[in-house]
Nanobody, 124 residues
Framework: QVQLVESGGGLVEPGGSLRLSCAASGRTFRWLTMGWFRQAPGKEREFVATISWTGGMTDYADSVKGRFTISRDNAKNTVYLIMNSLKPEDTAAYYC?????????????????WGQGTQVTVSS
């Protein structure tokens, strides 16, 4: 089992920045592919970003490319999502996810472990 705990969400004005963190425990973190997903009210969950075991492979949703950066610190068992130039349409609950099955996947159904989520609201 893997336990994931997200933090760092909040209210931010358009154009602002936030850094989300996800602390993992229960498995060897360096063997976990990590991902971030989000879900806005009334919408389906969507992929945001993913990072491979070593951090050498990353992928992003087109809607966040150039604005969001995913990174990981294997010494701290933590993955981060740095979000810049935030827009109102980025408002959602953000979820951290982990899998041991594949590297850097965008497919939510391949992630086996999920956090409880952290709310990000972008509004003036």
């Amino acid at each position: 089992q893997v336990q994931l705990v997200e933090s760092g969400g909040g209210l931010v004005e358009p154009g602002g920045s936030l850094r989300l963190s996800c602390a993992a425990s229960g498995r060897t973190f360096r063997w976990l592919t990590m991902g971030w997903f989000r879900q806005a009210p009334g919408k389906e969950r969507e992929f945001v970003a993913t990072i491979s075991w070593t951090g050498g492979m990353t992928d992003y949703a087109d809607s966040v490319k150039g604005r969001f950066t995913i990174s990981r610190d294997n010494a701290k068992n933590t993955v981060y999502l740095i979000m810049n130039s935030l827009k109102p349409e980025d408002t959602a609950a953000y979820y951290c996810a982990a899998t041991e099955r594949v590297q850097a996947t965008t497919r939510g159904n391949l992630y086996d472990y999920w956090g409880q989520g952290t709310q990000v609201t972008v509004s003036s």
